[in-house]
């Protein structure tokens, strides 16, 4: 076998993975079956009616008979229609469902997915196979499947009738079936290549799409409208020429298959006509015998048709594989510990070492140890990249780190379910992520099962309660698609209403303030300060005045711990920090 053979059949096993989201709709397959059965039958008694009309009604001149069997031919029809019926019913239903199951499944397995996927993953490309992949595996299940299995049951059907109405013209017929199927195969290798690649183009296109339409305002701010537009016409021009080349070759698959399947009913015929001269054919059985070729024809030309869909979703279903195939590096244990309770919050990182994998040769950590008593606010300083984004992404086990451990109570990170240490974490993050729903449905995000009573008390605690109140509907408004119907710092009162409601005894709050005037600045400070006690809180923080109330200021600079201590402490050392003091104070 050929390598090009091998790669052909791996793809097209690739729709083995269907059959899990088939299985649970069984018994609609089994009705597409049945109804598929009958109305095959059905179109299969078709030519022996015409033969019996023209040998026993025409040419014998018998009016009873013509009246018998054009009855029958239209009880045969009324069968023939609700059969096609029901069976697209069946298989158009068993389409949806399997989609929908397929969907489900595969945006579960994609959401479970660790950070690190979505670090090297366009967000584009995902939707992509979520939407346009799934589609066209869709149009195999909800459509092709039934077009090639009753056209393989047309085709054994006919040809069967065929040898049983005229021996001689079936073996003439069957001389000419390598011929027909020799540019199937020929033209569908490079079909599938090319419907693989018009996919890719596809993601590619959305994937733009998807990065400059989440950017709009840069993009406006930026005047880069013709650029992207470009941009996005380059992508769109790339899929239009991989599709092109697709539909030429399913064209010319198409115009060989029909010529050669048309060439052979006129060499049939030929000879039939011939044989019905000579007195050796009756008139009807050519007939008949024609009409079965034709069922024959049809149904090649079928398969030819659907073999196209076949490619083309072999090769979204190898794409949405290989989403399948991905296994999140960071998952919960086996067999988890739990956390001792109640949770204090206590924190310890021995000897930590971390290098992203994407910067493998720049340490983002390095022999990083602090230790974090219960109820303690410790505040991160540093220059940009000196590592303090990073102690939260490992606090939150985004990534695990390369050496050393980290302790939450005494437990390694690494033998906590994932579900109860994030479950002990509230964030507050620098850049709120608002979501399309309504006010209230934003600040229950940091606790599902919320009551609207303490929902408004999150967000009277978090200053935010006076603008959703102003809000045409309340806490019922939509607030936008990433909340483009707030300012910068109603979406980070948002998040602080999210972290009070969360109510968790370990509090992460990043830049939480960086986007608050100062008078609302001044009123969240006094809410965190009642969101902090009781709790162990770490603050990152570039804006030192926010951060004189901590009890410990940890300073940080290319990954290390360089100085620790009060804001008087640090200054009075001098250093990095009194640096960082002396360029914004005096500023």
């Given at each position: 076998?050929?390598?090009?053979?091998?790669?052909?059949?791996?793809?097209?096993g690739?729709?083995?993975?269907?059959?899990?989201?088939?299985?649970?709709?069984?018994?609609?397959?089994?009705?597409?079956?049945?109804?598929?059965?009958?109305?095959?039958?059905?179109?299969?008694?078709?030519?022996?009616?015409?033969?019996?009309?023209?040998?026993?009604?025409?040419?014998?001149?018998?009016?009873?008979?013509?009246?018998?069997?054009?009855?029958?031919?239209?009880?045969?029809?009324?069968?023939?229609?609700?059969?096609?019926?029901?069976?697209?019913?069946?298989?158009?239903?068993?389409?949806?469902?399997s989609?929908?199951?397929?969907?489900?499944?595969?945006?579960?397995?994609v959401?479970?997915?660790?950070?690190?996927?979505?670090?090297?993953?366009?967000?584009?490309?995902?939707?992509?196979?979520?939407?346009?992949?799934?589609?066209?595996?869709?149009?195999?299940v909800?459509?092709?499947?039934?077009?090639?299995?009753?056209?393989?049951?047309m085709?054994?059907?006919?040809?069967?009738?065929?040898?049983?109405?005229?021996?001689?013209?079936?073996?003439?017929?069957?001389?000419?079936?390598?011929?027909?199927?020799?540019?199937?195969?020929?033209?569908?290798?490079?079909?599938?290549?090319?419907?693989?690649?018009?996919?890719?183009?596809?993601?590619?296109?959305?994937?733009?799409?998807?990065?400059?339409?989440?950017?709009?305002?840069?993009?406006?701010?930026?005047?880069?409208?013709?650029?992207?537009?470009?941009?996005?016409?380059?992508?769109?021009?790339?899929?239009?020429?991989?599709?092109?080349?697709?539909?030429?070759?399913?064209?010319?698959?198409?115009?060989?298959?029909?010529?050669?399947?048309?060439?052979?009913?006129?060499?049939?015929?030929?000879?039939?006509?011939?044989?019905?001269?000579?007195g050796?054919?009756?008139?009807g059985?050519?007939?008949?015998?024609?009409?079965?070729?034709?069922?024959?024809?049809?149904?090649?030309?079928?398969?030819?048709?659907?073999?196209?869909?076949?490619?083309?979703?072999?090769?979204a279903?190898?794409?949405?594989?290989?989403?399948?195939?991905?296994?999140?590096?960071?998952?919960?244990?086996?067999?988890?510990?739990?956390l001792?309770?109640?949770?204090?919050?206590?924190?310890?990182?021995?000897?930590?070492?971390?290098?992203?994998?994407?910067?493998?040769?720049?340490?983002?950590?390095?022999?990083?140890?602090?230790?974090?008593?219960?109820?303690?606010?410790?505040?991160?300083?540093?220059?940009?990249?000196?590592?303090?984004?990073?102690?939260?992404?490992?606090?939150?086990?985004?990534?695990?780190?390369r050496?050393?451990?980290?302790?939450?109570?005494?437990?390694?990170?690494?033998?906590l379910?994932?579900?109860?240490?994030?479950?002990?974490?509230?964030?507050?993050?620098?850049?709120?992520?608002?979501?399309?729903?309504?006010?209230?449905?934003?600040?229950?995000?940091?606790?599902?099962?919320?009551?609207?009573?303490?929902?408004?008390?999150a967000?009277?605690?978090?200053?935010?309660?006076?603008?959703?109140?102003?809000?045409?509907?309340?806490?019922?408004?939509?607030?936008?698609?990433?909340?483009?119907?707030?300012s910068?710092?109603?979406?980070?009162?948002?998040?602080?209403?999210?972290?009070?409601?969360?109510?968790?005894?370990?509090?992460?709050?990043?830049?939480?303030?960086?986007?608050?005037?100062?008078?609302?600045?001044?009123?969240?400070?006094?809410?965190?300060?009642?969101?902090?006690?009781?709790?162990?809180?770490?603050?990152?923080?570039?804006?030192?005045?926010t951060?004189?109330?901590?009890?410990?200021?940890?300073?940080?600079?290319?990954?290390?711990?360089?100085?620790?201590?009060?804001?008087?402490?640090?200054?009075?050392?001098?250093?990095?920090?009194?640096?960082?003091?002396?360029?914004?104070?005096?500023?």
């Open positions: 076998m050929t390598q090009e053979r091998r790669e052909t059949s791996r793809r097209i690739a729709l083995r993975n269907l059959w899990p989201f088939l299985k649970p709709h069984k018994g609609l397959a089994i009705g597409w079956l049945v109804f598929l059965g009958l109305s095959s039958g059905a179109s299969l008694l078709l030519p022996v009616a015409v033969r019996h009309i023209i040998d026993h009604g025409f040419l014998a001149s018998d009016l009873a008979t013509i009246n018998g069997t054009f009855l029958g031919l239209f009880g045969v029809a009324v069968v023939l229609a609700l059969a096609t019926a029901a069976r697209y019913y069946c298989i158009a239903l068993l389409g949806e469902r989609l929908a199951s397929l969907r489900t499944a595969l945006y579960s397995h959401i479970d997915l660790d950070v690190g996927f979505y670090e090297s993953t366009r967000v584009g490309e995902l939707t992509s196979r979520l939407g346009t992949d799934t589609e066209v595996v869709q149009t195999l909800g459509s092709g499947i039934s077009v090639a299995l009753r056209s393989a049951v085709l054994i059907g006919a040809a069967v009738a065929m040898a049983w109405t005229s021996p001689r013209l079936a073996g003439l017929t069957a001389l000419v079936i390598p011929a027909v199927m020799l540019p199937i195969l020929v033209f569908g290798r490079r079909v599938q290549k090319l419907s693989r690649h018009s996919q890719d183009r596809i993601a590619d296109a959305a994937a733009v799409a998807n990065e400059t339409l989440n950017a709009a305002q840069a993009v406006k701010a930026y005047a880069r409208e013709p650029i992207e537009s470009r941009r996005y016409a380059g992508a769109i021009a790339l899929a239009l020429a991989t599709a092109r080349r697709r539909i030429g070759m399913r064209s010319l698959l198409t115009a060989a298959v029909i010529v050669l399947i048309f060439g052979a009913i006129t060499l049939v015929l030929w000879a039939g006509a011939r044989d019905v001269i000579a050796d054919l009756a008139p059985v050519l007939s008949q015998f024609v009409l079965y070729a034709i069922f024959a024809a049809g149904s090649v030309a079928g398969l030819s048709e659907v073999w196209g869909d076949v490619l083309r979703a072999a090769g279903m190898e794409r949405i594989g290989e989403l399948f195939a991905e296994q999140p590096a960071i998952r919960t244990p086996e067999a988890p510990e739990p001792p309770r109640p949770v204090t919050g206590a924190l310890r990182f021995d000897h930590v070492e971390f290098r992203y994998p994407s910067r493998p040769d720049v340490p983002a950590l390095v022999d990083f140890d602090l230790d974090i008593a219960p109820g303690e606010t410790v505040a991160l300083v540093g220059p940009s990249g000196a590592g303090k984004s990073t102690v939260f992404s490992l606090l939150l086990r985004f990534h695990d780190p050496s050393g451990t980290i302790r939450f109570d005494g437990v390694d990170l690494r033998a379910a994932l579900p109860e240490l994030r479950g002990a974490i509230a964030l507050v993050p620098q850049e709120t992520v608002i979501f399309g729903g309504t006010a209230a449905d934003n600040i229950r995000f940091g606790r599902a099962d919320a009551t609207d009573d303490e929902v408004r008390e967000a009277r605690l978090a200053e935010a309660d006076g603008f959703i109140a102003a809000l045409p509907e309340g806490y019922e408004a939509a607030l936008g698609e990433r909340g483009v119907r707030l910068g710092g109603q979406k980070q009162r948002i998040a602080i209403a999210r972290a009070i409601l969360r109510d968790a005894p370990l509090l992460l709050l990043d830049e939480a303030t960086s986007a608050l005037d100062a008078q609302s600045e001044a009123a969240i400070q006094h809410a965190l300060e009642r969101l902090e006690k009781g709790r162990t809180t770490l603050v990152i923080a570039h804006r030192l005045a951060v004189q109330r901590a009890d410990r200021i940890v300073v940080m600079e290319h990954g290390r711990i360089v100085a620790q201590g009060t804001h008087e402490s640090l200054l009075a050392e001098g250093g990095l920090y009194a640096e960082l003091a002396r360029l914004q104070f005096v500023a």
